[in-house]
């Protein structure tokens, strides 16, 4: 090869080597690189919350997901990795070991039911990932195994209906009455049926004239809670008072009893006591046909932010943090329908 041959052929290969060090080191591929290394400092800062949400099931639900993902916004300094379950623990399981393996900062979720959590509650902790429930709790022999809860006293939820009943018992007379209860119970198992079944049954254990006829579970959703009462009413001939565990559920009981030829109301043939007091319902409220509806916060979003931001600061957190709820009835109701958002 002559010369000139020569050079041409060192030259090619030096352009090419330059070209490939470019390429190598990523001066070309530094548009790419420059956008990547743009995103990654960009998001470098974000605080990284994986969130496992049950599903989608009621109106309380879906304003639950609204409240957090309106809290935890890149404007806010979030990157929120959400996750619907749709109501199966095995996918809130899976979902909470993703978390893991993508090694967020925090993890975040409501347990569909309280039971079987311990073992992937460990891995968390093994990875050092901070564990924040809300809404539900889980039932773990070691409360290590979670860094702090956010939600409501649903016990309470359940006591604040059976005091409302025993209440208006009273006023209109009828203490001494045989009163024929069902329960609507919500999904089994989790910490908000249990809470409410348990706090509304502490007040009817008082009055040996309150009967419990029955307690099916309809989900916390409208259509099952249709179903149910569909089959109560065709099995009990003489139902007083439904106590519904949500709003969701009370709209199909409702639906079932007058499409039964019975009535709602304090009027009515049936007492319906009811759970969440969601805009809809409060509606009800207001026109007679649920007698009280007792409030269930799913506005939990901004408490979440206010508890990472602790834990971002370095700053001790309680182990619980309690929502504040109200309970409304046709006397109190209207003042507050207008500014309900959900
Ligand atoms: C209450 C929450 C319940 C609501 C339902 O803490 O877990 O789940 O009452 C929702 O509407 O589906």
């Given at each position: 090869m002559n010369k000139s041959?020569?050079?041409?052929?060192?030259?090619?290969?030096?352009?090419?080597?330059?070209?490939?060090?470019?390429?190598?080191?990523?001066?070309?591929?530094?548009?790419?690189?420059?956008?990547t290394d743009a995103y990654e400092e960009e998001n470098a800062n974000l605080v990284v919350v994986g969130f496992s949400q049950i599903g989608s099931e009621s109106v309380w639900r879906t304003t639950n997901t609204l409240s957090v993902q309106k809290a935890l916004t890149k404007e806010n300094g979030y990157f929120l990795i959400f996750n619907n379950a749709r109501q199966k623990q095995e996918n809130q399981i899976k979902a909470l070991r993703s978390f893991i393996s993508q090694r967020v900062d925090y993890i975040v979720f409501s347990p569909v039911t309280e039971n079987g959590w311990d073992t992937v509650l460990e891995e968390a902790r093994e990875a050092g990932i901070p564990v924040i429930l809300m809404d539900r709790m889980v039932n773990?022999?070691?409360?290590?195994?979670?860094?702090?809860?956010?939600?409501?006293?649903?016990?309470?939820?359940?006591?604040?209906?059976?005091?409302?009943?025993?209440?208006?018992?009273?006023?209109?007379n009828r203490q001494k009455e045989d009163i024929n209860i069902?329960?609507?119970?919500?999904?089994?198992?989790?910490?908000?049926?249990?809470?409410?079944?348990?706090?509304?049954?502490?007040?009817?254990?008082?009055?040996?004239n309150w009967h419990i006829l029955d307690q099916r579970s309809g989900e916390f959703t409208t259509a099952k809670g249709k179903e149910i009462m569909e089959q109560m009413l065709d099995r009990y001939a003489d139902i007083d008072v439904v106590v519904s565990q949500?709003?969701?559920?009370?709209?199909?009981?409702?639906?079932?009893?007058?499409?039964?030829?019975?009535?709602v109301g304090r009027n009515g043939d049936i007492l319906i006591l009811s759970f969440d007091a969601v805009k809809d319902a409060l509606l009800l409220v207001e026109e007679g046909k649920i007698a009280v509806d007792v409030e269930c916060n799913p506005e939990q979003g901004m408490y979440l932010a206010e508890v990472i931001g602790m834990l971002e600061r370095g700053e001790k957190v309680e182990?619980?943090?309690?929502?504040?709820?109200?309970?409304?009835?046709?006397e109190n109701v209207s003042k507050y329908i207008e500014s309900r958002t959900y």
């Open positions: 041959g020569w050079h041409k052929t060192v030259m090619a290969v030096m352009l090419v080597s330059v070209l490939v060090l470019i390429c190598g080191c990523g001066i070309f591929s530094g548009v790419a690189a420059g956008e773990v022999e070691d409360a290590s195994l979670y860094t702090t809860w956010i939600g409501s006293d649903v016990e309470e939820e359940g006591r604040k209906a059976g005091r409302w009943l025993e209440q208006y018992l009273r006023i209109t069902i329960v609507l119970q919500g999904t089994l198992g989790s910490s908000s049926q249990r809470g409410r079944s348990s706090g509304f049954v502490e007040i009817a254990n008082q009055y040996t949500n709003d969701d559920m009370t709209f199909g009981a409702i639906e079932a009893i007058e499409e039964s030829g019975r009535s182990k619980a943090y309690v929502v504040e709820e109200k309970v409304f009835t046709k």
